[in-house]
């Protein structure tokens, strides 16, 4: 069933997407007839939908847990596409520990961490930003949620409280035997 499916959208991709052509030769369109690019138009329906292009662009964030250093910990950089370098766009965060936990730099997207986290204490952040132009007040992008997660490192030793224990495992034993 999923191979048929997938070779379903694959043919459509190719001949109804545009990217093979027919043999048969086709009529030249004009400009004024030609379809506009990132236009959906669907049987039956009379608005066309249009292509909205995601404009935030980001990685996924990490923060290290117990970070002791004297300047907060760069957790990672929010940015839109509309935002051209010329100062006209602030960035906003909101959520989860927004200006308590972290702070974002309203001109660059910058976000970092304001203090030490614990990740046994809470494992991630769910926070929202926002990119707003910094004139009329208006959302630039839609606001959008993303998720910080603290990431651990062996800060709890290991306790054996019943020992001590015997184990053996033979040599080329198979993953968790």
Not at 115 to 126: G, I, M, Q, V, W
Not at 137 to 163: A, H, R
Request: charged residues 25%.
């Amino acid at each position: 069933m999923l191979t048929r499916n997938c070779l379903s959208l694959l043919l459509w991709v190719l001949f109804d997407g545009g990217l093979l052509t027919s043999l048969q030769p086709q009529p030249q369109k004009s400009l004024a007839t030609e379809p506009r690019k990132n236009v959906i138009r669907l049987p039956g329906r009379r608005a066309p939908f249009q292509r909205v292009k995601r404009g935030w662009v980001w990685n996924q964030f990490f923060v290290l847990e117990e970070y002791m250093g004297s300047e907060p910990q760069y957790v990672g950089k929010l940015h839109s596409d509309l935002d051209k370098g010329e100062g006209t766009v602030k960035y906003t965060l909101s959520g989860d520990g927004a200006g308590t936990v972290f702070t974002i730099d309203e001109t660059t997207g910058d976000i970092h961490a304001l203090r030490s986290l614990d990740r046994e204490e809470k494992p991630f952040y769910t926070l929202r930003a926002q990119a707003v132009d910094i004139e009329t007040k208006k959302p630039l992008e839609p606001e959008s949620e993303f998720i910080i997660k603290v990431q651990d490192i062996n800060d709890n030793e290991p306790k054996f409280l019943d020992g001590p224990y015997v184990a053996s495992v033979p040599e080329m034993s198979p993953v968790g035997e």
